[in-house]
């Protein structure tokens, strides 16, 4: 994930920062000073070097990498670099003190501080930080952190009823070594090492600057007031910063990381049978008895030595399992049923392919459980209207009775100690309008809770994760002439919990619209276009603890559909 995190920068802040030109005059020097060593936040500048774009822009960039004793202010007044990249609240601090700093250009449009703390302190709220010890960075990185806690009115010299700080170096080790209750943290670094040190989300709260109300801009580009006086200054820093978002963007390099290699064997007999009482009642029963068989093998390479394996898990795993399902139905009209429903089923650790339980951490947290165990129940009913259009509704409940939670006594593992339950609605009409008209629509309401839960888990209570409330699609299709019809629709889907464990994260929800049109040749020949999201909507379309995976943006179809 923190290369994923890495390429991510680079392409914002790489396309930013590159602008082609063309010439042959020499090459304008820049010398840039970094706030901290190279790592995620400053990929773009090394990306735009390496590939070329500020030699494309008639620049020849120098790039000082900072850290713990390099104070970019400090660096820009004595003349050792032409632009520095600061928070603003230091370099208006800086600027207070003397050395006229000016932003010409805010890389980073809000802020990525934020405290992270362990949830075992009983920490939850802002307010439950009092008599806590907090770790803070200074050097200007101080001020949000002040500002919050003289809004919570709460002091930080030490003194009783206030918050204890300490110093923290740049990196985690107080949380850690619970030397500290609270640390500070960036969203694309230090967050995730606390995340590799051991702890899982779901044992962590974590307060964001932003959500606070105290968050200030952080990586800006800096440069010294009088050199703005400067127009041969002023035309090197437009080139520096002036974007061109044509220029293509290619990884420098890359590695294997990790690789695994899955092999599952499934073999389910079953038996089903109708049994038809009357002409009205009837019902269905139905066994299954499922053998899944996993093989898993993977390999752990080296981040610093490519190629080199460090670590390698196999693991054989065997899940057998019955379940059954069975179906009352009435039937009070040739045209209608009414029908109740009961099903089990389950869940083996391998039903994605993978044991892997977390992409950041390759984790196997789940590898030697067994499988979850579910529940339905569904009543619901169908009807056949006019000519060929189908009717259904239907009310149902899932049930989870042993999720996989983590456990409480061991962060490298879960266990089936969770129970989640889902009350659902759904509505649905399928067939012909008219005799030229027809219609696929359907909506379905989705109310999932956690009903059990354990210590870093979710709370009983909590949203259920990528599952949303409402869901609706329609498809309509008209016929205009005997050989020619043409079709529309949108599909709508609300919004999402992708994490439901501090800190919470969701998806907005969408509507997309499609449409289409068909013209056959002959009975069996017939030309088709489709254009899919029409209004090039952008949304997520698979949601992963870790990443999503966004929706295909506006496309178009032409297809030629022949049968025989």
């Not at 840039?32 to 620049?59: N, P, S, T």
């Not at 035309?235 to 044509?246: D, G, L, Q």
């Not at 951490?361 to 459980?369: D, E, K, Q």
């Amino acid at each position: 994930m923190k290369h994923s995190l890495a390429l991510g920068l680079a392409l914002a802040l790489g396309l930013s920062l590159g602008l082609a030109v063309s010439g042959a005059q020499a090459a304008d020097t820049v010398t840039i000073q970094l706030k901290w060593v190279a790592q995620a936040q400053f990929a773009g500048y090394f990306v735009a070097r390496d590939k070329g774009f500020y030699k494309e822009a008639g620049l020849d960039v120098t790039i000082k990498p900072g850290g713990p004793d390099v104070a970019p202010p400090q660096v820009i007044a004595g003349g050792g670099a032409d632009v520095v990249v600061d928070w603003m609240p230091s370099a208006l601090a800086s600027r207070e003190k003397g050395v006229p700093l000016v932003n010409i250009s805010q890389t980073f449009k809000k802020s990525g501080l934020e405290i992270t703390c362990r949830a075992d302190t009983g920490i939850k709220k802002p307010t439950d930080l009092k008599g806590k010890t907090v770790g803070i960075w200074y050097g200007g990185n101080e001020y949000p952190f002040l500002s919050w806690m003289s809004k919570l009115g709460y002091k930080t010299d030490g003194s009783a009823g206030g918050v204890k700080v300490i110093k923290q170096g740049f990196n985690v080790d107080p949380i850690l070594q619970k030397q500290a209750d609270c640390v500070s943290t960036m969203t694309y670094n230090e967050y995730w090492q606390v995340i590799d040190g051991g702890y899982k989300p779901s044992q962590l709260v974590v307060f964001k600057y932003e959500d606070e109300g105290v968050a200030t801009l952080e990586d800006g580009l800096w440069v010294l007031e009088k050199n703005l006086k400067d127009p041969a200054f002023v035309t090197k820093m437009a080139k520096f910063v002036n974007p061109n978002e044509n220029l293509d963007f290619t990884a420098t390099s890359t590695f294997l990381r990790y690789k695994t290699h899955l092999t599952a064997n499934s073999v389910a007999p079953y038996v089903m049978d109708t049994l038809k009482f009357s002409e009205a009642w009837e019902a269905t029963v139905g066994l299954r008895y499922d053998h899944f068989a996993v093989d898993y093998n993977d390999a752990s390479f080296s981040t610093t030595a490519p190629g080199v394996i460090v670590k390698a898990d196999h693991i054989e795993h065997t899940d057998n399992m019955g379940s059954y399902r069975g179906a009352l139905t009435y039937k009070p009209a040739g045209n209608g049923s009414i029908y109740f429903a009961f099903g089990t089923s389950f869940n083996p650790s391998a039903e994605d392919l993978s044991l892997i339980s977390s992409s950041r951490s390759f984790s196997l947290n789940n590898a030697n459980l067994d499988p979850e165990k579910n529940r339905t129940y569904e009543l619901g009913t169908k009807w056949a209207l006019i000519d060929h259009l189908d009717l259904s509704a239907a009310i149902f409940r899932l049930e989870k009775e042993n999720a996989r939670v983590p456990d409480p006594t061991n962060v490298l593992l879960n266990i089936l100690g969770g129970s989640q339950r889902v009350d659902g609605a759904e509505l649905r009409a399928e067939g012909q309008l008219t005799a030229k008209w027809r219609i696929d629509a359907g909506y379905e309401y989705l109310d999932g809770k956690q009903t059990g839960s354990t210590k870093g888990a979710a709370p009983v209570g909590a949203p259920l994760m990528n599952t949303p409330k409402h869901a609706l699609t329609v498809w309509n299709v008209y016929q205009i002439l005997p050989r020619f019809e043409v079709g529309g629709g949108s599909r709508f889907v609300s919004s999402q919990f992708t994490q439901n464990v501090p800190p919470i994260k969701t998806v907005p929800g969408f509507w997309t619209f499609d449409a289409m049109a068909k013209y056959a040749f002959t009975a069996n020949i017939a030309a088709q276009l489709n254009v899919n999201n029409l209004t090039n909507r952008y949304y997520y379309d698979q949601l992963h603890f870790f990443h999503v995976v966004p929706g295909e943006g506006r496309t178009a179809l032409l297809s030629l559909n022949v049968r025989y």
